[in-house]
């Protein structure tokens, strides 16, 4: 049986939807700032520090543990289907998660849809990266992390840094990614009773604004990375639900880059809700996850060393 605190997320987005079906005509800037309620359903994590910043001329918030090793950094791309989600809503996660790996966490506005389709996405991410790489960090001291469309993002942009030439990351972590701009995993419709978030409809909408219209792109991939060649591709660390419509987004990417030979885990933990890991400070079962992400991260850097 679902404990109250699980429940949370889930009324969460139960809420969002009711008011988005009463509001049809909602504009986009009523949809974001609903989207950045996202924060609710975390709790402050303990001994993190905020600060806002610009780099490479994106504006970003520095969420950074006390004491932590401030020679690492984890770049993260936040979630919301592309269009929605913001540095804002993600603050909070990204500083459990930055507790958990002991090191300061960028979370960055890159430009989002329908303003700025696909690749500007990774473009951004990749600017970011860029200037970190510029301004003392070391490739193997940063880890890419992001969820859901921002899991893409994450993904995507250690291709196209492989692409450029670019040292690659330590590793790279996705929540809850959304991957396939086709739709076309089968818990697309065996979830749909138990995901509270996502229906087909709004994935439709949210890959048309992604692809600008194009979708000849939706095997691109930069966009859908369940098509990349995992080649090189740096240890890789993916959770998901096991009642999210995103699940079989996720298995997939572990299938794929397990053929390729990468060094990658999945966490699929049963009862949860899109991008659980927003629960963080609520629920123990997040904390349990966050602890295996850390144990996960730490025999990494063990064998690096």
């Known amino acids: 049986m679902k404990t109250k605190k699980v429940d949370f997320l889930r009324d969460l987005y139960l809420d969002w939807n009711e008011r988005m079906a009463a509001n049809p005509n909602m504009s986009l800037s009523d949809l ?4 950045d309620e996202w924060e609710k ?18 504006n970003s918030i520095w969420a950074i543990p006390i004491n932590c090793d401030k020679s690492k950094v984890m770049i993260f791309t936040h979630g919301g289907g592309f269009a929605v989600g913001s540095s804002s809503s993600h603050r909070k996660l990204a500083g459990h998660v930055a507790n958990a790996l002991n090191m300061p966490a960028l979370v960055i506005d890159y430009r989002r849809t329908p303003e700025h389709p696909f690749p500007a996405q990774v473009e ?52 809850s990614p959304w991957l396939d701009m ?11 009773d138990t995901d509270a978030l996502i229906s087909p409809p709004i994935m439709k909408v949210m890959t048309g604004m992604f692809l600008g219209g194009d979708l000849s792109k939706a095997r691109d991939p930069l966009a859908n990375p369940l098509y ?78």
């Open 182 to 192: 086709e739709l076309s995993g089968s818990t697309i419709e065996s979830n749909a």
């Open 32 to 35: 974001r700032s609903l989207f």
């Open 124 to 175: 951004d991410t990749t600017e970011v990266y860029k200037a970190l790489l510029s301004s003392g960090f070391k490739a193997k001291d940063i880890v890419m992390i992001g969820d859901s469309a921002g899991g893409n993002i994450a993904v995507a942009s250690v291709l196209k840094f492989r692409d450029l030439g670019l040292e690659l990351p330590s590793c790279v972590i996705a929540f």
């Open 41 to 58: 359903a975390t709790l402050e994590p303990e001994n993190v520090t905020y600060t806002s910043d610009g780099i490479a001329g994106i």
């Open 228 to 305: 990349a060649d995992f080649r090189d591709f740096p240890p890789l660390y993916i959770n998901a639900s096991g009642d999210e419509v995103l699940l079989d987004d996720a298995r997939r990417l572990y299938s794929r880059a397990k053929e390729y030979g990468v060094n990658v885990t999945l966490s699929v933990v049963d009862h949860m809700q899109h991008v659980f890991p927003f629960l963080a400070g609520r629920e123990p079962e997040v904390d349990k996850e966050l602890n295996r992400l850390s144990n996960w991260y730490e025999n990494l850097s063990n064998i690096e060393e």
